[in-house]
Nanobody, 124 residues
Framework: QVQLVESGGGLVQAGASLRLSCAAS????????VGWFRQAPGKEREFVAA????????YFADFVKGRFTISRDSAKNTVDLQMNSLKPEDTAVYYC?????????????????WGHGTQVTVSS
């Protein structure tokens, strides 16, 4: 069993940056893909970014390319999502998730473990 806890959300103005962190307990990320999804009110959950832990390969949704980065810290067993140039449309609850996804890293139902989410609000 893996427990995931997100941190780092908050309220910022457009153009600002935030760094979200996902910490795992229960086991290491080792062979898993770790992803970030988000869900805004009235909208479906959508893929933001993911990292294949063992290889360090990263994946991003088109709407965050060039603005967000994802990284891992093996010593801390954490995955961070650095969000720059935030826009009001980035406002959502951001969820950390992990699982064995293979190439289907953008499909939320491929993931097994989920955190409770952290709120990110970007004001205009």
């Amino acid at each position: 069993q893996v427990q995931l806890v997100e941190s780092g959300g908050g309220l910022v103005q457009a153009g600002a940056s935030l760094r979200l962190s996902c910490a795992a307990s229960g086991r290491t990320f080792s062979t898993l893909t770790v992803g970030w999804f988000r869900q805004a009110p009235g909208k479906e959950r959508e893929f933001v970014a993911a990292i294949w832990w063992s290889a360090g390969t990263t994946y991003f949704a088109d709407f965050v390319k060039g603005r967000f980065t994802i990284s891992r810290d093996s010593a801390k067993n954490t995955v961070d999502l650095q969000m720059n140039s935030l826009k009001p449309e980035d406002t959502a609850v951001y969820y950390c998730t992990a699982g064995v996804t293979g190439p289907y890293y953008a499909s939320w139902f491929r993931y097994t473990y989920w955190g409770h989410g952290t709120q990110v609000t970007v004001s205009s």
